[in-house]
Every structure is written in structure tokens, then in C-alpha cells.
């Protein structure tokens, strides 16, 4: 009966009891802030499941992080931190009278190494298990984050360490590691970033000539370069020395490899440029600094009709990296019948040189009647190749030996502007002799070397000249010409003509002071001086007077001039007396010299707005100081109308309504040319 009971118990427990079956995690997603959620799978039998405890194992031991109902199949972590190591997980199902855990799994920890180029980066992971979760995919997919923040995938490995070069200038990159499942889920890694930074420089560019070309007959440096063999060159400096080397420009374009220097005069001197490629990242090649290289210079090109030769000047140009330098001196006649070639070549051992080498070449046996344009031509060979480079051309005329008879200076006028035109007439029929243009210093009387004109390239007589590098105002000038033939002798000197300047003083309040130098050098002298002023913008019809040739000073009375702020400018004019023996009968005229008078200060008592004087102001002759203020104020004290403009007066309102009847205080300050200061206050009555 007992052995009967028992069998009898046994057959009443529940299937349940015999079927408790373990979850299945699935996935460990970890979130960028290090929490973790973790994803798995029912029981397949859940008969009898009350719950779920979620376990995690930081090193220290499982711990119970939460318990979940039978309906959740996920969970996330707050507070894992799982972004700085990895951490291990379980999940148990809670049965009646038993927990049946799942599989151990952990978070993916990813690592990340950078090299010391700081251009690649070394990707180190963990598996979240061994082998891995049921259901998961073979692979890792490995993400990087762009500098827009967005996710990209890289690639699909099976395995760590991932090498990945990082192409960024200067940037934090960030990366991440996956392994999806195929119920649907997917385990994350923490993210992991490192500093990367292209710190690779471009090769060294190949800077191989600098040139002179002619654009619409402008001669410019043209720089030229071989195109970088560094892929993510974008563009190259420009240097040129000045002091140091300075940047002038960036051109931008691996292929684009010649530049052209407008800044600077080609011709006039010589001028070393460097180059360096930048990268996508800004980074700069080394540069040409140590190599730099130059323009030729063509210094000069002397013609002598005596020697009927041309004595060529250069320094030129050198490549210290070439393995030889040949020159040609091209002289080409504008008849077209012959072109001068003379070569010479220069060899490694010649390349140790200082600086300003000066090559002299002569060309000998040239035609009379002939212009003749010169330039160097400079072959640069380098191994199988060369390269050529150019100078300014410079241009001759090959003249002959012939005598002028006549120069007559006929006169020497002040512009406006206080540049100097000058009038000369000379003997045309000799074309092949020239006019040296002689001037002093300014209020000197000795004699420099100004310029030189050909006769044959003048087309009219007589010819006029204007000198910009004068400037009337600073004194008088001396002229001169001296009439050189062909072979550099002097044949001629021409009369000299001297320039006036005029100074102008304030004498008192009603008169200024004219002092010049009496204008000299015409053959049938002076005649009189005529006297001009101007007053405003207007240039007078008329001078205000006239004086004698033997006078040299005026008192001009200004008393009855208008009323007026702005300066006044006088100059002298000097007629010559008659028609002279070459048919001149010149007028010359000085400097103009300004002066700012200053006159009296006056208000009148009263006042009618809209009558005879519709504004109540100062009223003055000339008023050229500063600090011009005008105020009216009522009895009240308030200020009603204010101005610093001398014409602008008070035209009895305030706010656009005439004021009462009454009397108004006015209160004024003025500096004068003087540097004297005028305060004055008092009253104006108002009527109607």
C-alpha cells in the first residue's frame, strides 16, 4: 500500500517540472555613452517562465542588475560602462522553483592604435563569445565616422587586428565594430577614436626656369615648374626675394605650372624666385630656397657709329642643378636681311660664381640705318632633356656720323601741376644725332644729365617735352640741351632757359605778397608779367594786373573781394617781348602758390527770417581757419540750431516753426589760419 502512494504522487507533478529550458542572448549593443542593452531569446518551452534576471560581470563576479517580465526580450544597461572595458552578461529564466541561465556572452571592447605617421590607424576587438552566439554572422563590419558625422562602412573582416590608413589633415576619427544576427539584432562595440594627421610633406617641385615673355609688347617674368609627383598637391607658392622671400602668389592646380609676375618691372633689374607645392592638408614641400633661381638681365646694349659695334651687357642666368648652360646673344635687324648669332657655353666648373657675373659680348660690323633688337637665349640642359629661357629684348639704332647745325630751347613752362613742358626746336635734317636734356636741381644753377632723345624717332618740330620728374613748386629750374652727334661729341649747346617760382605771403589782412625770379633765357627777353589769381574752382580770364620785366614783386589788395573760406592761388606769366629770329614768341608761367587769408568777424543785432537776409551767421571776406561751430540758444538756454559749416546760417526756426519774437543768444568759436582762437557770445533780436 505504501510503494502504491508514491507512484501515486509521481504520476500527479506537472510537465513543467521536467522542461525548464535556458534563454538565448542573441546581442550586446553598446551605446556611445558605455550603456549596454542586451538582446536574447525565449525558451522554447516557456511553460511555467515567471521572469528574467538580467546578470552582468564587470571582473568582479555576476551581479543582479534587474529582473524583467516574460514579455521582454531586451534590456539596457544604465551605467555599464562598458565604453571603457568589456563587460559579461547572462540572462536566467525564473521558473517556480529554478533559475536556468543562458550563455555567457560580452560587450565588444574596440581599441584603437595610431601609428607614428599619425595616418593609420590599428583596430584591436574582443568576440563577444567563442564560438560565436547562434545565429551570428561570420563577419565584423567595421564603420568609421566622416568629418560630417556620419557612419560608413569600411569593410567586412573575420578576424582582428583591422589596419585602416586614415586620410585627414588634422581630426579626430572615431570607428566602431559590429556582428549582426540573424534574429534580428545586432552587437555594437563602444566607440573608439584616435588623433590622425597627414604630416607627410610633397616632393620637392621641380622649378626649372624663370623667363621674359612678351605679352601685347609688356615684357613679363614667366616662371615654370615641372607638375608635383605628390598625388594630393592642389596648388604652389610663389616666392620672390625682397629682404627675404616673400609670398606673392598661390596658383592653384597640380598641372598648372607656369606663372606670370605682373607686379614687377621685368626689365629693370633681376629678381629670384622660389617655389614649394602644397598639399590638400596645407602642407609645404621644402621649397627651391637654397636653389633659387633668376631672370636674365640684359643690362644694357651700347651703340657706337664710330666703332659701328653694340656692346652687349647681361648676367645670366644659372641653374647650379644642370649639367651645362649654353647662351645665345640674338641680335635681329629690323631690315630682315641679317640676324647676329654668338654663342658661348658655360660647363659645370663655371657654376661656382658670386653673385652679379656680368658677361660682356660684343657685336661688330653693324649697317648704318638699321635698328637692331637684342636679347640672350639660354639653353639649360639637364640629362637627356633642356629647357630654354629668354631676357628683355633691347633695341638699338645703328646711326652714322653727322653734324647738326642748329638747337634753339624756346621755352620752359609750369603746368598746373608744377610738372614742366618744354618747347625745343632743332635741326631735323640730322636724324642721326640726339638732344641730352640738362637740368638743375631745383633753385640750383649747376647742370645734371637728365635724359637723352633721338632725332630720327621725333616726328614734328618743334618738339615738347613734358618733365614729370619736376615739380615747379619746389624752385625754379635751369634747361639745357646739348646736341650730340654720332659718335658721342658734342656739336651744339643750346641757349638755357630758367624756370620762375613764385612765393606768396600774407602782407596784413587785406594784401599778399608775390616774390619771383625773373624768368631768363629767351633771345628777345621779357616783355612784362602778367599777374593771375584764383579764387574757387574757376580758372580767371584775365590777370588782375601786370608788372615790368624788371620787376619781380607784387602787393595784391584783396579788400574787396567776396566773401569767401576757400584759399587763393596766384601764379606769374611771363610774355616775351617779340617774335625772335626762329619764329618763337613764347609765354611761360610759374608755380602756383596758394595762400588762406583771413579777414574780420562780424554779427549783426537783429534779425528778420524771410527778409533781406534770409539766414542770421557770421559774415566775414575769407574765413580759412578750422574748428568752425555756430550755436543759438533761447533765453531758456536751449540750444536751437547748431552748425560747423561757415555757409550754413540760422534761418529763425526750431523744429520747422519759426521762433517768437525776441531776443536769442548766439554763441561762436573759431581757430584761425593764425592758429589764434576766436570765442565770441551775444545776442540777436528777432523781428517781424
Given at each position: 500500500?505504501?510503494?502504491?502512494?508514491y507512484?501515486?504522487?509521481?504520476?500527479?507533478l506537472?510537465?513543467?517540472?521536467f522542461?525548464?529550458?535556458?534563454?538565448?542572448?542573441?546581442?550586446l549593443?553598446?551605446?556611445?555613452?558605455g550603456?549596454?542593452?542586451?538582446?536574447?531569446?525565449?525558451?522554447?518551452?516557456?511553460?511555467g517562465?515567471?521572469?528574467?534576471?538580467?546578470?552582468?560581470?564587470?571582473?568582479?563576479?555576476?551581479?543582479?542588475?534587474?529582473?524583467?517580465?516574460?514579455?521582454?526580450?531586451s534590456?539596457?544597461?544604465?551605467?555599464?560602462?562598458?565604453d571603457?572595458?568589456?563587460?559579461?552578461?547572462?540572462?536566467?529564466?525564473?521558473?517556480?522553483?529554478?533559475?536556468m541561465?543562458?550563455?555567457?556572452?560580452?560587450?565588444?571592447?574596440l581599441?584603437?592604435?595610431?601609428?607614428?605617421?599619425l595616418?593609420?590607424?590599428?583596430?584591436y576587438?574582443?568576440?563577444?563569445?567563442s564560438?560565436?552566439p547562434?545565429?551570428?554572422?561570420?563577419l565584423?563590419?567595421?564603420?568609421?565616422e566622416?568629418?560630417?558625422?556620419?557612419?560608413?562602412?569600411?569593410?567586412?573582416?573575420?578576424?582582428?587586428?583591422?589596419?585602416?590608413?586614415?586620410?585627414?589633415?588634422d581630426?579626430?576619427?572615431?570607428?566602431?565594430v559590429?556582428?549582426?544576427?540573424?534574429?534580428?539584432?545586432?552587437?555594437?562595440?563602444?566607440?573608439?577614436?584616435?588623433?590622425?594627421?597627414?604630416?607627410?610633406?610633397?616632393?620637392?617641385?621641380?622649378?626649372?626656369?624663370?623667363?621674359?615673355?612678351?605679352?601685347?609688347?609688356?615684357p613679363?617674368?614667366?616662371?615654370?615648374w615641372?607638375a608635383?609627383?605628390?598625388?594630393?598637391v592642389v596648388?604652389?607658392?610663389?616666392?620672390?626675394?625682397?629682404?627675404?622671400?616673400?609670398?606673392?602668389?598661390?596658383?592653384?592646380?597640380m598641372?598648372?605650372?607656369?606663372?606670370?609676375?605682373?607686379?614687377?618691372?621685368?626689365?629693370?633689374?633681376?629678381y629670384?624666385?622660389a617655389?614649394a607645392?602644397?598639399?590638400?592638408?596645407?602642407?609645404?614641400?621644402?621649397?627651391?630656397?637654397?636653389?633659387?633661381?633668376?631672370?636674365?638681365?640684359?643690362?644694357?646694349?651700347v651703340?657706337?657709329?664710330?666703332?659701328?659695334e653694340a656692346t652687349?651687357?647681361f648676367?645670366?642666368?644659372?641653374?647650379?642643378?644642370?649639367?651645362?648652360i649654353?647662351?645665345?646673344?640674338?641680335?635681329n635687324?629690323?631690315?630682315?636681311?641679317?640676324?647676329?648669332k654668338?654663342?658661348?657655353?658655360?660647363?659645370?666648373?663655371?657654376?661656382i660664381?658670386t653673385?652679379?657675373?656680368?658677361?660682356t659680348v660684343?657685336?661688330e660690323?653693324?649697317?648704318?640705318?638699321?635698328i637692331?633688337?637684342?636679347?640672350?637665349?639660354e639653353?639649360?640642359?639637364?640629362?637627356?632633356?633642356?629647357?630654354?629661357?629668354?631676357?628683355?629684348i633691347?633695341?638699338?639704332?645703328?646711326?652714322?656720323?653727322?653734324?647738326?647745325?642748329y638747337?634753339?630751347?624756346?621755352?620752359?613752362?609750369?603746368?598746373p601741376?608744377?610738372?614742366?613742358e618744354l618747347?625745343?626746336d632743332?635741326d631735323?635734317a640730322?636724324?642721326?644725332?640726339?638732344?641730352?636734356?640738362?637740368?638743375?636741381?631745383p633753385?640750383?644753377?649747376?647742370?645734371?644729365?637728365?635724359?637723352?632723345?633721338?632725332?630720327?624717332?621725333?616726328?614734328?618740330?618743334p618738339?615738347?617735352?613734358?618733365?614729370?620728374?619736376?615739380?615747379?613748386?619746389?624752385?625754379?629750374?635751369?634747361?639745357?640741351i646739348?646736341?650730340?652727334?654720332?659718335?658721342?661729341?658734342?656739336?651744339?649747346?643750346?641757349?638755357?632757359?630758367?624756370?620762375?617760382?613764385?612765393?606768396?605771403?600774407?602782407?596784413?589782412?587785406?594784401?599778399?605778397?608775390?616774390?619771383?625770379?625773373?624768368?631768363?633765357?629767351?633771345?628777345?627777353g621779357?616783355k612784362?608779367y602778367?599777374?593771375?589769381?584764383?579764387?574757387?574752382?574757376l580758372?580767371?580770364?584775365?590777370?588782375?594786373?601786370?608788372?615790368?620785366?624788371?620787376?619781380?614783386?607784387?602787393?595784391?589788395?584783396?579788400?574787396?573781394?567776396?566773401?569767401?573760406?576757400?584759399?587763393?592761388?596766384?601764379?606769374?606769366?611771363?610774355?616775351?617781348?617779340?617774335?625772335?629770329?626762329?619764329?618763337?614768341?613764347?609765354?611761360s608761367?610759374?608755380?602756383?602758390?596758394?595762400?588762406?587769408?583771413?579777414?574780420?568777424?562780424?554779427?549783426?543785432?537783429?534779425?528778420?527770417?524771410?527778409?533781406?537776409?534770409?539766414f542770421?551767421?557770421?559774415v566775414?571776406?575769407?574765413?580759412?581757419?578750422?574748428?568752425?561751430?555756430?550755436?543759438?540758444?533761447?533765453r531758456?538756454?536751449q540750444?536751437?540750431?547748431?552748425?560747423?559749416d561757415?555757409?550754413?546760417?540760422?534761418d529763425g526756426?526750431?523744429?520747422?516753426?519759426?521762433?517768437?519774437?525776441?531776443?536769442?543768444?548766439?554763441?561762436?568759436q573759431?581757430?584761425?589760419?593764425y592758429?589764434?582762437?576766436?570765442?565770441?557770445?551775444?545776442?540777436?533780436?528777432?523781428?517781424?
Open positions: 500500500m505504501k510503494n502504491s502512494w507512484i501515486f504522487l509521481f504520476s500527479c506537472p510537465l513543467w517540472a522542461s525548464q529550458q535556458s534563454p538565448s542572448i542573441t546581442c549593443d553598446v551605446d556611445e555613452n550603456d549596454v542593452t542586451v538582446y536574447w531569446l525565449p525558451p522554447d518551452e516557456p511553460t517562465l515567471k521572469a528574467y534576471e538580467i546578470f552582468y560581470d564587470n571582473g568582479m563576479g555576476f551581479n543582479l542588475v534587474d529582473n524583467v517580465s516574460t514579455e521582454q526580450l534590456f539596457t544597461h544604465i551605467g555599464a560602462h562598458a571603457n572595458q568589456s563587460q559579461k552578461y547572462r540572462v536566467d529564466a525564473l521558473y517556480q522553483d529554478v533559475s541561465p543562458s550563455e555567457i556572452l560580452q560587450t565588444i571592447f581599441q584603437i592604435g595610431v601609428s607614428a605617421d595616418d593609420e590607424a590599428t583596430l576587438w574582443n568576440p563577444p563569445a564560438p560565436f547562434e545565429g551570428s554572422n561570420d565584423y563590419n567595421i564603420f568609421m566622416d568629418l560630417q558625422g556620419n557612419w560608413n562602412l569600411i569593410d567586412s573582416v573575420a578576424s582582428n587586428p583591422y589596419k585602416k590608413q586614415v586620410y585627414v589633415c581630426e579626430w576619427v572615431n570607428f566602431k559590429t556582428l549582426a544576427n540573424e534574429n534580428g539584432c545586432v552587437s555594437g562595440s563602444n566607440i573608439g577614436g584616435g588623433h590622425f594627421k597627414d604630416i607627410i610633406l610633397p616632393a620637392k617641385t621641380i622649378f626649372d626656369s624663370v623667363s621674359i615673355n612678351y605679352f601685347n609688347g609688356v613679363r617674368i614667366v616662371m615654370g615641372e608635383s609627383s605628390s598625388g594630393d596648388g604652389y607658392i610663389l616666392y620672390r626675394w625682397d629682404g627675404g622671400f616673400q609670398n606673392i602668389d598661390t596658383v592653384y592646380g598641372q598648372n605650372t607656369f606663372y606670370v609676375d605682373t607686379l614687377v618691372s621685368a626689365c629693370d633689374t633681376i629670384q624666385y617655389i607645392a602644397i598639399d590638400s592638408c596645407g602642407n609645404k614641400d621644402p621649397g627651391t630656397f637654397a636653389i633659387p633661381l633668376q631672370n636674365i638681365r640684359l643690362y644694357d646694349v651703340y657706337d657709329p664710330c666703332m659701328l652687349i651687357t648676367e645670366p642666368f644659372i641653374d647650379y642643378e644642370a649639367d651645362s649654353s647662351f645665345e646673344l640674338i641680335g635687324s629690323s631690315s630682315g636681311l641679317s640676324q647676329t654668338i654663342s658661348r657655353t658655360l660647363y659645370g666648373q663655371t657654376f660664381r653673385k652679379n657675373d656680368i658677361i660684343v657685336d660690323d653693324l649697317r648704318v640705318g638699321r637692331y633688337d637684342y636679347y640672350i637665349r639653353k639649360v640642359f639637364k640629362g637627356d632633356t633642356f629647357y630654354t629661357t629668354s631676357s628683355c633691347q633695341s638699338i639704332y645703328a646711326f652714322g656720323y653727322e653734324k647738326p647745325t638747337s634753339y630751347f624756346a621755352n620752359a613752362d609750369v603746368l601741376d608744377n610738372q614742366i618747347t625745343i632743332y631735323t640730322v636724324t642721326h644725332s640726339y638732344l641730352q636734356l640738362w637740368r638743375s636741381e633753385g640750383e644753377e649747376a647742370l645734371n644729365y637728365l635724359s637723352t632723345i633721338h632725332v630720327d624717332t621725333l616726328a614734328n618740330t618738339l615738347v617735352v613734358i618733365d614729370s620728374t619736376a615739380d615747379g613748386s619746389l624752385g625754379h629750374y635751369l634747361y639745357g646739348k646736341i650730340m652727334d654720332s659718335c658721342n661729341k658734342k656739336v651744339l649747346e643750346s641757349n638755357n632757359l630758367k624756370t620762375m617760382a613764385l612765393s606768396v605771403v600774407i602782407k596784413d589782412r587785406d594784401h599778399n605778397w608775390l616774390r619771383w625770379n625773373r624768368y631768363e633765357g629767351w633771345k628777345a621779357v612784362k602778367y599777374i593771375y589769381r584764383k579764387d574757387g574752382n580758372e580767371p580770364i584775365s590777370p588782375v594786373d601786370s608788372v615790368y620785366w624788371y620787376e619781380n614783386e607784387y602787393i595784391d589788395d584783396i579788400s574787396n573781394l567776396n566773401n569767401t573760406n576757400e584759399s587763393l592761388v596766384y601764379w606769374v606769366q611771363a610774355i616775351e617781348r617779340e617774335e625772335n629770329s626762329f619764329g618763337f614768341k613764347e609765354s608761367n610759374s608755380n602756383r602758390a596758394a595762400v588762406i587769408s583771413e579777414s574780420d568777424i562780424y554779427f549783426p543785432n537783429a534779425f528778420k527770417p524771410g527778409g533781406t537776409e534770409a542770421f551767421k557770421p566775414f571776406r575769407f574765413l580759412g581757419g578750422s574748428n568752425y561751430l555756430f550755436q543759438v540758444y533761447n531758456w538756454g540750444l536751437i540750431f547748431e552748425t560747423t561757415p555757409y550754413n546760417g540760422w526756426t526750431y523744429k520747422g516753426t519759426l521762433v517768437v519774437q525776441g531776443t536769442y543768444i548766439y554763441k561762436f573759431y581757430l584761425d589760419v592758429s589764434n582762437s576766436f570765442n565770441q557770445q551775444g545776442t540777436v533780436t528777432v523781428i517781424y
